[in-house]
């Protein structure tokens, strides 16, 4: 739950208000909700998938869903998918850090401090970034609340009328596009790490609810407190939203404590991406472990992250014109393909031979 919640709050918390509140402006909140509910749905098929293709994960999925060399393939395309995402979002974090915060620290000193970092964890393994998600998971609430509590006596409750004056339109477009940034597809990658597999589905929704609840909050606030134009205009929504917090001239500037909030799910969802490009980096080259192969990962996001995030000007047209529908294939109609290569050979299996996914490899 918490590793999903993670993923589901990542970055958006900063960068998905601005696009929210560009394209349906007062009724940014809506486009949210409208987001959360196609999450919701993709969530669904996924699970479906893990019940078709039991115990196997993603990249194991993929060969029994279209063959060993197709398979190959498709993990391929995924892996690319992972790095250029992973390697975005470390983009993001130094622009952010040295704009924001940092302002007379060079962008690549904070890339590679957080490098470091990860390239520890991915050296620990996935039980210790679990472990710290659980660690960490009690402040991130306490902060949340102390942000919420701080923020309403400022909430204008004018700024959030006229609703639905665009119609449904640009909500629904707000939506899909907010929608595809939490990328829950990645979890699937983990699914033969679980220990109990009777209560992951509730703690997986779990999970993702409660990130967009984070997410939805954020973004009702910044309509309520910032209003539409300084919403759509700011690079950094959220953290205005932050800076605005001025309780009696005496508890202000507290707008670390959004910044703490968020660099602990940013490191939770790259962490995840990480981990997903070692496992189907071992999975494609039938390696028995990917341990030595996160340097050169780490290299290889760094120079990623060196040319991807060029400005903001250049990331604004490449989200709005560009990402949402490249993620789209990786996200729904990939997947959608899995489940009907998937149907159609449950409904070719005699009755009572074993699920494709427990057949030998040689048989698939």
Same mark, same amino acid.
Request: aromatic share 12%.
């Given at each position: 739950?918490i590793l999903?919640f993670?993923l589901?709050?990542?970055?958006?918390?900063?960068?998905?208000?601005?696009?929210?509140?560009?394209?349906a402006?007062?009724?940014?909140w809506i486009g949210?909700?409208v987001?959360?509910?196609?999450?919701?749905?993709m969530?669904?098929?996924y699970?479906?998938?893990?019940?078709?293709?039991?115990g196997?994960?993603? +990249?194991?999925?993929?060969?029994?869903?279209?063959?060993?060399?197709p398979?190959k393939?498709?993990?391929?395309l995924?892996?690319?998918?992972?790095?250029?995402?992973?390697?975005t979002?470390?983009?993001?974090l130094g622009? +952010?850090?040295?704009?924001e915060v940092?302002?007379?620290?060079?962008?690549?000193?904070?890339q590679?401090?957080?490098?470091?970092?990860?390239?520890?964890c991915a050296k620990?393994?996935?039980?210790?970034?679990?472990r710290?998600?659980?660690?960490?998971?009690p402040?991130?609430l306490?902060?949340?609340?102390?942000l919420?509590?701080?923020?309403?006596p400022?909430?204008e409750?004018?700024y959030i009328?006229?609703?639905?004056e665009?119609?449904a339109?640009p909500i629904?477009q707000?939506?899909?596009h907010?929608?595809?940034?939490q990328?829950?597809i990645?979890?699937?990658?983990f699914?033969?790490?679980?220990?109990?597999?009777r209560?992951?589905?509730?703690?997986y929704?779990a999970?993702?609810? +409660?990130g967009h609840?984070?997410?939805?909050?954020?973004?009702?606030?910044?309509?309520?407190i910032l209003?539409?134009?300084q919403?759509a205009?700011?690079t950094?929504?959220?953290?205005?939203?932050?800076?605005?917090i001025?309780?009696g001239? +005496?508890?202000?500037?507290v707008?670390g404590i959004?910044?703490?909030?968020w660099?602990?799910?940013f490191f939770?969802?790259t962490m995840?991406?990480?981990f997903?490009m070692?496992?189907?980096?071992?999975?494609?080259l039938?390696?028995?472990?990917s341990?030595?192969?996160?340097?050169?990962?780490?290299?290889?996001?760094?120079?990623?992250?060196?040319?991807?995030?060029?400005?903001?000007?250049?990331?604004?047209?490449?989200?709005?014109?560009?990402w949402v529908?490249?993620?789209?294939?990786h996200l729904?109609?990939i997947?959608?393909?899995?489940?009907?290569?998937?149907?159609?050979?449950?409904?070719?299996?005699?009755p009572?031979s074993p699920?494709v996914?427990?057949a030998?490899?040689?048989?698939?």
């Amino acid at each position: 739950m918490i590793l999903t919640f993670g993923l589901t709050v990542g970055t958006s918390i900063l960068v998905t208000p601005a696009g929210l509140a560009s394209v349906a402006r007062e009724d940014a909140w809506i486009g949210s909700l409208v987001g959360y509910l196609i999450n919701l749905g993709m969530a669904g098929l996924y699970i479906g998938l893990v019940k078709m293709f039991p115990g196997q994960s993603l +990249f194991d999925m993929f060969r029994l869903a279209f063959g060993k060399w197709p398979g190959k393939l498709v993990t391929m395309l995924y892996l690319f998918y992972f790095l250029i995402l992973a390697g975005t979002l470390l983009g993001n974090l130094g622009f +952010f850090l040295t704009s924001e915060v940092l302002p007379d620290t060079p962008i690549d000193i904070v890339q590679i401090l957080f490098l470091v970092a990860c390239v520890m964890c991915a050296k620990m393994g996935l039980v210790v970034l679990a472990r710290l998600g659980e660690l960490m998971m009690p402040w991130i609430l306490f902060f949340f609340l102390v942000l919420i509590l701080a923020l309403l006596p400022q909430v204008e409750w004018d700024y959030i009328s006229p609703i639905l004056e665009g119609g449904a339109g640009p909500i629904l477009q707000a939506g899909l596009h907010s929608s595809m940034f939490q990328e829950l597809i990645v979890m699937l990658v983990f699914v033969p790490e679980l220990t109990d597999d009777r209560k992951w589905k509730q703690a997986y929704i779990a999970g993702m609810s +409660f990130g967009h609840l984070l997410l939805l909050t954020v973004v009702l606030f910044s309509v309520l407190i910032l209003g539409i134009e300084q919403s759509a205009n700011s690079t950094f929504p959220a953290f205005a939203l932050a800076k605005t917090i001025n309780l009696g001239n +005496f508890l202000q500037r507290v707008e670390g404590i959004l910044i703490a909030l968020w660099i602990i799910t940013f490191f939770l969802k790259t962490m995840l991406l990480i981990f997903s490009m070692l496992k189907g980096t071992q999975s494609l080259l039938g390696l028995k472990s990917s341990s030595y192969i996160v340097y050169p990962l780490a290299v290889l996001l760094l120079i990623v992250a060196w040319n991807t995030y060029v400005n903001t000007v250049y990331i604004g047209e490449v989200i709005q014109k560009v990402w949402v529908g490249y993620s789209m294939i990786h996200l729904l109609f990939i997947p959608l393909l899995m489940c009907v290569s998937g149907l159609l050979r449950s409904s070719r299996r005699k009755p009572g031979s074993p699920p494709v996914s427990d057949a030998p490899p040689a048989e698939q």
